[in-house]
């Protein structure tokens, strides 16, 4: 097979899976392949895919952010106080939604700011805020905020003629957006070299403290559409919206083609690895696996995750090695002949 | 057939004295792709300093570290004590008594002195360390060589040449080694300890113990050894008693009979535009009022050994590790100090780093995002990239450099050596600066892509720019350059013309730098109070 395909195929292995399992069930899994559950699928997919882009952008950028299932809550959750509790006057909907965002990305620029500028450790960072954000919002939200109105319920809950979600549809705009920004600009360039190799790519002039910043803000916003998704989801702002959502936006992100090396793997590749998630529960639900034990096979994939994350770098370094030996021998016999 | 000790006890001591302590015989190390050693003889007698010299990449620390058992030699014998040794491992190499002191001081930082000086000696009382012991003992050898520290002090807290004197130490008196080698153990000393390190050389010299001395410098070796084998592109040359040498005569041996390297001379006269003038570059503790011109068209090389400060000097002009004092000033620009590598890149000023993989390669992107990592914003609009103007531009410069890739969206980690420098130069020559730093451009790749390097910085390069390149020998620069400037421990010593070259003088010129800047320098001193 050719070098290229080879390659090819192992960073988009994703998509092979997700198409397998696919096909698993539609033949296995009773009411698996209907139109409905399909975009079920998606729907119930939309939120976590939002964290796995944020989770994979970081990981890029060879940090990680623990925090973001906290802003998921967080975000929504102050942005709704500001509108409606804490000035004297409310605010419309439409200002709460874009507050939300807005409070997402300054959580990121925190983050971003500490890891990057001040050089603390992302895991132990982002823990921080994680928890630090969970309290408060524990604390400012002790129950749940509703009715929340109608255009701030629409990207989560309305659907378009055809009964398709207007979620999935943010969910593959959002993605494609990003795959353009990966794929076809120089922000997406430097941002992928300074996770490749951060010194050299500093070294060639590029601004590596503050792509690593972007990369923050970036999670942190997309962490907090994900609130804004939820939360229209089910009509509320609750404390616990998010809970454990981040150790499976890791499994997505690496399922997806992120090394944890860093400078690897692109947005189609984590929507594939957060389609996969989403099929794999469902899948399990509609198989009458019990919720725990559902949560545990969750767990196994996210093992599976950095298993093939190793792997896939050890067939890789295999791959390229036999090729240059290919070459290396084909040009020494090349210069054989020659004399 | 090796067995030439006689078995009897008295005829032991009778053999010892004759027999030599260290014989290695055809001794050859292969490395992928690069031959370090070829057939190298050296015969070390028992009780003499035996030094070991030769040029960069001449394969000293290859010999040395066979003996210490660190490689496994890929053919040919070695003898220790007259016996034949099948397989030299590590282990072996220690229950034969062989001790190596290596180039850099590798202690275990978190460890005191005294820990540290017994690492591999447990001193116990039943099952428990016997600290009290550790720090007597400690304190009773250091004060056996004249050693004034505190044995409870961390390795982390003392300096590098006290670090690497501790090393000598251990090796000296607690490995009680009775071969010892010290790879260029003076290389991190300061001038008070490598006193005190020849003091102990001789001392333990005269104690009956075998030292193979492997140093730089030949004035040094000449104080300190009885015989010097000279290696030469990874063969051994002669072995002469120090006393029939003098420093010039030693330095032709090194240098060996001038063999016709390639040179690329400028096809015309660099001309009068200074492109980059530093003046006054101080950065404390690592160089000290480096100034210096390039005019365009120029190469200028830095010779120097390592740790004389070339790198630094070359990263502080590029803004990576920023000077403390001094300007940088480039054509039609204002003096001043790059605080970033990437205002460096907009003035017009790139970096070639030494360290290819650390500092120099995105290895998991492929060669057109490498070789375009510096001039995005030339090949995009709005921040979106121009995918033609792309791929066009990275076709030429592949065709240009004679970059060996099947294909420019190939991933860099499958190149060679050589192929990915050229990306790097391709990377820093599509940035289209007016002055290129390049740091050991030559490092790590094979002869033909040294060449071809070396004729791109000759005729490429250095056509429409100023160029200023480093290398640890002399070779890359007696090639290319239109000056060298020779630096010895972080200090600017001479500037020697095209005209003037001359390998031998350069070489011991290079060599004394090292010794020679911190005399002149404290004499300077001296004469200003």
Redesign the interface.
């Known amino acids: 097979m050719n070098l290229r395909v080879k390659l090819f195929l192992l960073d988009n292995v994703i998509w092979l899976l997700v198409i397998g399992f696919f096909l698993l069930n539609a033949i296995f899994t009773p009411s698996f392949f209907t139109w409905q559950n399909s975009t079920n699928i998606l729907y119930h997919s939309a939120i976590m895919s939002m964290l796995v882009l944020g989770q994979g952008i970081v990981i890029v950028v060879k940090a990680l952010d623990l925090s973001i299932e906290s802003t998921l809550a967080f975000a929504p959750g102050v942005a709704m106080l500001i509108c409606t509790q804490w000035l004297p006057w409310d605010l419309p909907s439409a200002v709460a939604i874009v507050l939300t965002l807005i409070v997402g990305a300054l959580v990121g620029l925190f983050n971003g700011f500490f890891v990057a500028r001040v050089g603390m450790n992302p895991f132990i960072e982002t823990m921080s805020t994680m928890i630090i954000m969970r309290g408060l919002v524990l604390f400012l939200v002790p129950f749940s905020i509703f009715p929340l109105a109608g255009v701030y319920k629409f990207a989560g809950q309305a659907r378009i003629p055809g009964d398709i979600p207007v979620a999935v549809l943010l969910m593959l705009l959002v993605y494609a957006v990003f795959q353009f920004i990966f794929g076809y600009t120089a922000f997406g360039r430097r941002l992928i070299a300074t996770g490749g190799n951060r010194q050299a790519a500093f070294i060639a002039g590029i601004n590596t403290t503050r792509m690593i910043m972007a990369a923050f803000v970036l999670a942190g916003l997309l962490a907090a559409f994900a609130g804004l998704l939820t939360a229209g989801r089910q009509g509320s702002i609750s404390p616990s919206m998010g809970i454990n959502m981040v150790l499976l936006s890791f499994a997505g992100a690496i399922l997806g083609g992120a090394s944890l090396d860093g400078g690897k793997g692109a947005p189609i590749g984590f929507l594939g690895g957060a389609l996969l998630l989403g099929m794999f529960s469902n899948a399990l639900n509609l198989r009458g696996v019990e919720v725990n034990l559902v949560y545990a096979m969750q767990g196994l994939l996210i093992f599976a995750a950095i298993l093939l994350d190793r792997g896939r770098e050890a067939i890789r370094a295999r791959v390229l090695r036999q090729e240059q030996v290919a070459r290396f021998e084909s040009t020494a016999t090349g210069a054989a002949t020659e004399v | 057939m090796a067995s030439t000790v006689a078995e009897t006890q008295g005829g032991h001591a009778e053999q010892a004295k004759s027999t030599p302590a260290l014989v290695l015989k055809d001794v050859s190390k292969f490395f992928p792709g690069t031959i370090a050693l070829r057939n190298a003889n050296v015969e070390v007698r028992r009780g003499e300093v035996h030094g070991i010299i030769g040029k960069n990449g001449a394969g000293k620390s290859t010999l040395v570290s066979i003996i210490a058992g660190l490689y496994e030699a890929t053919s040919g014998t070695i003898f220790i004590n007259g016996r034949e040794i099948p397989k030299l491992t590590r282990a072996v190499a220690q229950r034969e008594r062989v001790s190596i002191v290596p180039q850099d001081p590798q202690v275990v930082a978190d460890f005191s002195v005294a820990e540290n000086l017994f690492l591999g000696h447990e001193v116990t009382r039943g099952r428990v360390v016997d600290w009290r012991g550790i720090h007597r003992q400690a304190r009773a050898t250091l004060d056996r060589v004249g050693l004034p520290l505190d044995t409870h002090i961390k390795a982390s807290d003392l300096s590098v040449s006290e670090q690497q004197l501790v090393l000598v130490v251990k090796a000296c008196y607690v490995d009680a080694a009775e071969i010892i080698i010290f790879d260029e153990a003076s290389a991190s000393l300061t001038h008070s300890d490598e006193e005190l390190l020849h003091e102990i050389v001789a001392e333990r010299c005269a104690a009956g113990c075998t030292i193979l001395y492997i140093s730089h410098r030949v004035d040094e070796l000449l104080k300190v050894c009885d015989r010097v084998t000279v290696l030469l592109g990874g063969e051994s040359r002669e072995t002469v008693p120090c006393a029939e040498l003098d420093e010039v005569s030693l330095a032709t041996l090194i240098v060996g009979e001038a063999f016709a390297t390639t040179q690329y001379e400028a096809e015309q006269k660099p001309n009068d535009e200074i492109v980059l003038d530093v003046s006054g570059l101080t950065s404390a503790g690592r160089y000290t009022d480096v100034s210096l011109q390039v005019h365009r068209g120029e190469v200028l090389g830095i010779a120097g050994l390592r740790g004389s400060g070339r790198t630094e000097v070359l990263k502080g002009i ?1 803004g ?1 590790e920023r000077a403390d004092s001094g300007t940088v000033t480039l054509a039609g620009g204002e003096p001043g100090l790059f605080g ?3 205002s ?3 003035a017009g000023l790139a ?1 070639l ?1 030494e360290d290819r993989e ?8 492929s060669v057109t ?1 490498n070789c ?3 001039s ?2 030339q ?2 609009r709005f ?3 121009k ?1 033609r103007t792309e791929k066009a531009r990275v076709r030429e410069v592949v065709r240009l450099l004679d970059i060996k890739v ?2 420019i ?1 190939q ?1 860099v ?2 190149l060679s050596g050589g192929n990915k420098q050229k990306v790097i130069v391709g ?1 820093i020559h599509e ?1 289209r600066p007016s002055v290129y730093l390049l740091d050991e451009p030559t490092r790590g790749v094979d002869v033909g892509s040294r060449q071809a390097i070396l004729k791109i910085i000759r005729e490429k390069v250095a056509a429409e720019a100023g160029v200023v390149m480093t290398s640890p020998g002399l070779d890359d620069l007696l090639a290319v350059c239109d000056r060298i400037a020779i630096m010895g421990h972080g200090r600017m010593v001479d500037i020697v013309e095209r005209s003037a070259f001359d390998e031998t003088r350069l070489y011991v010129a290079v060599q004394s730098a090292s010794a020679a800047a911190v005399r002149t320098g404290q004499d300077k001193r001296g004469m200003e109070e």
């Open positions: 590029a990576i970033h590598p990437a460096a890149l907009k970096y780093p650390h500092e120099g390669l995105v290895s998991t992107s995002v375009l990592l510096s995005l914003k090949v995009s921040g979106v990239m995918g099947s294909d969206s991933e980690s499958g990377r940035a």
